[in-house]
């Protein structure tokens, strides 16, 4: 999302449709974790390690609002 907010309005809406569509359709039931197998799309079960949910990084998912970049999908 840091790379849609400065790219056009295409890359915009090809980045957010992307994120969308992994929201909807990933198994895991994490919120917005940015630890996952990217050949499955679940979170990664390694016994013990640590969970990576909702942490500080996933920020970027603000950066269309914080730089006042809103338009129409």
């Not at 957010?16 to 039931?29: G, H, L, R, S």
């Not at 630890?35 to 920020?59: E, H, I, K, N, Q």
């Amino acid at each position: 999302m840091f790379a849609a907010a400065v790219s056009s309005d295409e890359t915009k809406r090809m980045f957010i449709n992307k994120t969308a569509k992994w929201i909807n359709e990933t198994p895991t039931n994490r919120a917005m974790t940015d630890l996952f197998d990217s050949t499955t799309g679940a979170f990664p079960d390694y016994g013990g390690s640590p969970v990576f949910v909702a942490r500080p990084v996933v920020g970027g998912m603000f950066a269309l609002l914080a730089l006042g970049k809103g338009f129409e999908l």
